[in-house]
């Protein structure tokens, strides 16, 4: 494993730290590959339906968790936590762009959660999806693009909406574009595999690879629709002394600045909160994820 994916790891692992009850279902399968699998927890008091904070896990290596269950459960809220199939899988299947594989996986199992709510007794009309460090990409992907449902598919999983009520993402690398990296955190480099490239030759071909960064970096997909965003991070604008250079910018809150601009630019919401910079309106992501899904 390079370095910088184990720094992108390890602050996740810390962040997204195993539930301290176990889910009320485990390793439900979303899609026949061994990786598309969840973990639902649903509250133990109340009447229901629940809403629902739906939590990804990790791009490159599989994994899934939630944020703390004490934060949620008795307050209503259901978790589930997310596996899909990674870039690591759709290189070794010789996928072109393996960061589809990613993306689709975290639209469908939005759509198959909605699909079977009521097995869980939760609410298919309040769903947040979230994550922390990688695994918020996916989640920006989900609630900012368009509505994924099919009417046309054979698939009743893929007929099935794929809107959320919010995106809460937490110390987050949010695109994939290599020539907006770098104008937001100069000298970063982040994102390889996502096309198939190291990060260099990413940045190298980038011309080439335009219409696949436009069709999977979320930044490209803005719309009317688009859920509101918050993106929270424990660091300010400065590197803390005891943090290392690259964990700081892989983990920068530069990264939610230059995508709030372009977001509020296209007319969608997006909040940014870092130490001495609050948002209005929310303590924090917990507060905003709260609020979200109140609606």
Known sequence: MKPSILGLLLPLALFAAPAKVAPTA?????????????????????TGPF????????????????????????????????????????????????????????????????????????????????????????ALFVGVSLDHA???SS???????????GVAAYRSQPTFDPKLMQEWVPGVKWGAPAFGVQFDESLKRRDEFLPEIRKWSSENLFHAGSAPIYFENNWG????????EMD????????????QKLAQKAGVTCYLKYPDHPT???ADIWDFIAKALKK
Do not use: C
């Open 155 to 165: 698939d009743p999983v893929t007929r099935t909406s794929s809107s959320v009520s």
């Open 280 to 282: 209005e309106g929310f």
């Open 237 to 244: 604008l400065t590197q803390p002394e005891k943090v290392s």
């Open 248 to 259: 700081y910018k892989v983990h920068s809150p530069a990264w939610g600045a230059g995508y």
């Open 26 to 46: 485990a390793d439900v399968s979303y899609g026949p590959h061994a990786h598309q699998i969840l973990d639902v927890y649903v509250p133990g008091k109340g």
């Open 51 to 138: 809403p629902v904070l739906i939590w990804y896990g990790g791009l490159w290596q599989p994994s899934k968790g939630v944020p703390d269950t004490n934060r949620f459960l008795p307050q209503g809220v259901a978790l589930v936590g997310v596996e899909v199939r990674t870039m690591t899988d759709a290189m070794a299947d010789k996928e072109k762009t393996p960061v589809s594989y990613v993306m689709n996986d975290a639209v469908r199992a939005v759509q198959f959660i909605r699909l079977n709510a009521s097995r869980w007794n939760l609410d298919p009309n309040r769903i947040v999806v979230g994550g922390g460090s990688q695994g918020a990409q996916p």
């Open 150 to 152: 099919d009417a046309k």
